[in-house]
């Protein structure tokens, strides 16, 4: 059987896509912004913070980490109600987007967090610099720039995995494919075009990340 | 060269009067085989409530089980009941599992270049349904309102013609999450098929969720084999008594809460 490939039919939509585009792009970047402050408040609190603070962050940490990005985004959209807080789908994407960046970013950020030598630490403190300076200025920039590359992969990660949440109608890419799909029957040509679309993302997302994380967060 | 296609064509035709033959033979023998042995197998849903499910009992119930019963006590024989699931009903039919199928079933061209169809036993429905306390009388009622329905079902695509162009239409993925989003209160109305929406009714009876508006009807009709016209008439014959009687009604007031309403022959 010879498949004839009709991508007219789902270039026409491109209004569908674009839209698509433009919420995939807009849950990563709330994800990545809030995301890695999250990320790195949570880092700070598993090292240094109370006992109380450091066992409930391990505890979000693990539990984000350890069960699948759409059953918690499913126990955001469908549980949350029962205790009657109820939320538009896209808000529930924003918050279990952040979440989910939050707890790999804490661990990835305390790898790198744990790597800056004691010695440079204690060089700080005895120039007079306040705990909050010392963190950010003297521990922060060289763990994030060794964690870098681990951080962009997970950046990436959590963009594909954005896909997820048009199974709560939220109209990111994958939502657009799948609804231009069962309106045409193209299936195919419809996941080409999404699978070339999510690539396109993230190779530019990927070299964004890579210019910028040098320029604006820990210097080259 | 010429001779030996003329022979193969002729040996072709052959081959297909006999099978017509046989075919013809085969009809009088599925009601024959029917009296004979005083039973008949009729091919039913387990798997869709109101339609037919199992209850807890473990025994079939339904629509579809009441309606078999009816048509093996109207021709005088045993019951005997072959659960089916949508994908399978039709390969039952073919292959003769089953005498008759009785499993919600929908006429479309595709089933009726393979198997025959009786007139219509009962109403199959798509429609709006919300909750007693939202005032829904028309499409315009919609207007600025939130309906889940399931991404590219046929109610979806009813929905998209029918409603305002404010009306925020939240497609899910499946019915399950159609039905979670709407029983959660994420969506004010929900889009689905009288099964579906029944079932969801019956389970979670705090929502005073009830009929709103009609999209679209696709009645169900009883399977018969290809060929099996004395089977069929018989059939028609039931279906037809049982209309004028009022039984059609009492199993659709029974199963789905309204009357069995203008059914197609």
Redesign the interface.
């Known amino acids: 059987m010879r498949i004839q490939l009709d991508f007219a039919a789902v270039l026409s939509q491109w209004p569908l896509l674009l839209n698509g585009i433009a919420w995939t792009i807009a849950l990563t970047t709330v994800a990545t912004l809030i995301g890695m402050l999250l990320g790195i408040l949570c880092a700070q609190m598993r090292a240094k913070g109370p006992v109380a603070v450091r066992f409930g962050v391990g505890a979000y940490i693990e539990l984000i980490r350890n069960t699948p990005f759409i059953v918690q985004l499913f126990f955001i959209?469908?549980g949350l109600?029962?205790a009657g807080v109820?939320l538009s789908?896209e808000t529930a994407a924003f918050i279990a987007i952040v979440l989910n960046l939050g707890a790999y970013a804490a661990e990835i950020v305390r790898a790198g967090v744990e790597a800056t030598p004691r010695g440079q630490i204690e060089a700080a403190v005895s120039l007079a610099l306040t705990p909050f300076q010392v963190f950010t200025r003297v521990v922060l920039p060289p763990a994030l720039k060794k964690v870098w590359p681990a951080t962009v992969s997970q950046i990436v990660i959590v963009m594909l995995g954005s896909s997820v949440c048009?199974?709560?109608?939220v109209p990111e890419l994958s939502?657009a494919a799948?609804?231009i799909q069962?309106?045409n029957f193209r299936a195919f040509e419809s996941f080409i075009v999404a699978a070339l679309l999510y690539l396109a993302l993230s190779v530019v997302l990927r070299k964004f990340l890579n210019w910028a994380g040098p320029r604006l967060l820990f210097g080259r | 060269m010429m001779l030996s296609k003329r022979k193969f064509i002729l040996a072709l035709a052959g081959a297909a009067g006999m099978m017509l033959a046989g075919a013809s033979a085969h009809a009088q023998s599925a009601l024959d085989d029917i009296v004979k042995t005083k039973t008949i197998k009729i091919a039913i849903p387990t798997d869709y409530p109101p339609y037919g499910f199992v209850g807890l009992d473990m025994k079939p119930q339904g629509l579809d089980i009441d309606m078999a019963s009816l048509v093996a006590s109207k021709m005088g024989v045993k019951l005997e009941l072959v659960p089916v699931t949508s994908a399978n009903r039709i390969p039952a039919l073919q292959t003769h599992k089953a005498d008759l199928v009785i499993s919600s079933l929908g006429k479309n061209a595709e089933r009726e270049a393979v198997i025959d169809f009786s007139h219509a036993y009962a109403p199959f429905f798509q429609a709006v349904f919300a909750p007693a306390s939202l005032p829904v009388k028309s499409w315009a009622d919609l207007s600025g309102k939130t309906v889940g329905v399931t991404r590219g079902a046929m109610e979806d695509q009813e929905l998209t013609k029918v409603a305002p162009t404010d009306v925020q239409i939240r497609r899910f993925e499946d019915h399950n999450a159609t039905i979670a989003a709407f029983v959660a209160g994420q969506t004010q109305l929900v889009a689905t098929s009288s099964a579906v929406a029944d079932n969801m009714i019956r389970k979670n009876p705090q929502l005073a969720a009830e009929f709103k508006l009609l999209l679209k009807e696709s009645p169900c009709f009883i399977g018969v084999a290809k060929g099996e016209s004395a089977l069929m008439a018989k059939v028609n014959e039931i279906i037809l008594a049982a209309k004028n009687s009022g039984e059609l009604d009492a199993l659709s007031k029974k199963w789905l809460g309204r009357a069995a309403g203008d059914l197609p022959l």
Do not use: A, C, M
């Open positions: 959209f469908f109600p029962v109820r789908p048009g199974q709560i109608s939502y799948n609804l069962s309106n």
